[in-house]
């Protein structure tokens, strides 16, 4: 069985910053590409960043320049690092990770439970 697990979530003021970390456990035969994704209030969960195994990123255009998403293969974590944010960052912030488990065939798509990040004066 596989599990991610979110942390590093709360409550900041406007301009501050947050790093949110994702670590994967379980029965873990490899990671492929991780990600990060949020979703607010009555939208739908959007991507915010991912990393492929072998680092390369990509970032939704709303986040470029002020988020930072990196990785440690060894500890099957991901981090995500938040600075500058703002109000519309507000939302639930979501793991997500393409693993193959041991004993099993193929990529499946595994999610974290979600850390609320809530941006407010």
């Known amino acids: 069985q596989v599990q991610l697990v979110e942390s590093g979530g709360g409550l900041v003021q406007p301009g501050g910053s947050l790093r949110l970390s994702c670590a994967a456990s379980?029965?873990?035969?490899?990671?492929?590409?991780m990600g990060w994704y949020r979703q607010a209030p009555t939208k739908q969960r959007d991507l915010v960043a991912t990393?492929?195994?072998?680092?390369?990123?990509n970032y939704a255009n709303s986040v470029k320049g002020r988020f930072t998403i990196s990785r440690e293969n060894a500890n099957y974590t991901v981090y995500l690092q938040m600075n500058s944010l703002k109000p519309e960052d507000t939302a639930v912030y979501y793991c997500?990770?393409?693993?193959?488990?041991?004993?099993?065939?193929?990529?499946?798509?595994?999610w974290g439970p979600g850390t609320q990040v809530t941006v407010s004066s």
């Open positions: 990393i492929t195994s072998g680092g390369r990123t």
């Open positions: 997500n990770g393409f693993i193959v488990a041991g004993g099993l065939v193929g990529l499946r798509s595994y």
């Open positions: 379980g029965s873990i035969h490899s990671i492929n590409a």
